[in-house]
C-alpha cells in the first residue's frame, strides 16, 4: 500500500504528457487554429523536388550545373540522415511513454556534476547522428533535464556514436580517433557545467519542465509495478509513433531547410578550393571554423571532411575544430534550442561558450599534436 500513490502519480504522468506537447505548439493551439507552415512545407517541396532530380538525375540538368550540384547535394544527404531521423523519432515516441521520474533518475539531478556525466555518457554511447540526437535532446529537456544537461548531452553525441567512431578509427586510426572523443567530452562536460551555473546565477532562463524525485522514489521497483500496468498493445505503439512524428517536426522542418541551404552553398562553393587553406596555422584554423559554421554538414557529411583536414592538410586540430564547430554554431541546433527553451539568449550561449574552447583546443593540438 505504501507505494501505490507513487504509481498512481506515475500513471497520472500520461495525460499531463499531451500538455506538455502543446506548449511546444502553443502558437497554433493558442489560436484554435493551425498555421499553414511555409518553411516546414516550402522547405519538404524544394528538398523533395532536388531528391527527385538527383535520383533520376535526367540530361537537362547536366546542362545547369548548379543545379546537378544541389540535385546531388539533396539526394545524398537524404540518403545519409533519414536513418537517423527515423531511429530519433521512434526515441522520441519512446520518451513520450515515459513519465518524467524515470528519465530523471536515469540522468541524475540537474546543476550536478553526476548528472552532467550522465548526460554526456549517454550522448556518446548513443548511436544517433547529429539529426536524430536533436530530436531525442528536445524531448529530455521537455522531460525535466537540465539546460547543462541536454548541452553535454548534444556536444558529446553526434560524431561520437558507435558508427561514426568505426568509420573514424579506418579515417584516421586509433589514436587521434580516442583523442578527439576525450576532448569533445571534456568540452561537453565544461560547458554544461557553464550552463548550469549560468542559471542557477538566473543569467539564463531554468528549464520550467524540471522534476523534483520524491526521497522515496526506487527505479526498479517503480519500473516493475509502471510495466506490469502498461498494456503494449496496438494501441500503445500507435500512440508512440504519432507522438515521435509530431515532436519531431520541429526538427524535420530545421533539417530541411538546412538541407537546402546545404545544396545552395554546395552550388556556389567549391570544397575543394578550401583544402589548400586548412593549414595548421592560425589563420587556417579560423577558415576551417568559418567554414564548418556556414557549411551545414551532417555528422556523417562532417567525418570525412574532417579526416581529409587532418590527414591531407595535416592539421589535426582543426580536424578536430571542424567537428566541434560544426556541432557548436550549427543554426539548426541553435534555432531547435531556441523553440524548445523559448529562449534567444540560451540557444546564443552555446556558440558563445564552445566556440573559444574548441578554439584554443584545436590550437594546442597543432602545436603539440
Sequence with gaps: MAHKPSCCHIE??????????????????????KRFDVLFWGSFLGVTLLFVLGVFSPNEITTYPWLETMAHTAHHMVHAMWWGVVIGAIFVGLLSKVPREFIMSMLGKG???????????????????????????TKLYERGASAGQVIAFLLASPWNSFS?????????????TVAFIVLSMIIALVTGWIFDRLVARKVLPAN??????????????????RMKHT??????????????????????????FGILLA???????????????????????IITVFVATVLEVCSEGSTPIAADILTRAKAPGNGFAFLMA??????????ILKDTAKSWKLALFLPLITVPQVLLVAWLINIYG
Excluded at 16 to 30: E, V
Excluded at 164 to 176: A, D, E, H, P, R
Excluded at 231 to 256: A, Q, Y
Excluded at 326 to 335: K, N
Aim: a negative charge.
Design 12 to 33: 497520472e504522468e500520461k495525460p499531463k504528457a499531451p500538455s506538455c506537447h502543446s506548449d511546444g505548439g502553443h502558437q497554433s493551439h493558442g489560436h484554435h487554429k
Design 111 to 137: 546543476g550536478t556534476v553526476s548528472g552532467l556525466l550522465r548526460a554526456t555518457g549517454a550522448g556518446v554511447l548513443l548511436d544517433l547522428c547529429s539529426h536524430g540526437i536533436l530530436m531525442v535532446a
Design 164 to 176: 561514426l567512431t568505426l568509420v573514424l578509427i579506418g579515417l584516421i586510426g586509433l589514436k587521434w
Design 208 to 225: 520550467h519542465n524540471e522534476v523534483s524525485l520524491p526521497d522515496d522514489f526506487q527505479f526498479w521497483q517503480e519500473a516493475k509495478t
Design 231 to 256: 498494456r503494449f498493445n496496438l494501441t500503445f505503439f500507435k500512440e508512440m509513433v504519432i507522438s515521435g512524428v509530431k515532436d519531431s517536426k520541429m526538427v524535420v522542418r530545421w533539417l530541411l
Design 263 to 285: 545544396a545552395v552553398l554546395r552550388a556556389v562553393l567549391d570544397p575543394s578550393q578550401f583544402e589548400q587553406f586548412f593549414g595548421p596555422t592560425f589563420i587556417g584554423l
Design 326 to 335: 560544426g556541432v557548436a554554431t550549427d543554426y539548426t541546433e541553435i534555432m
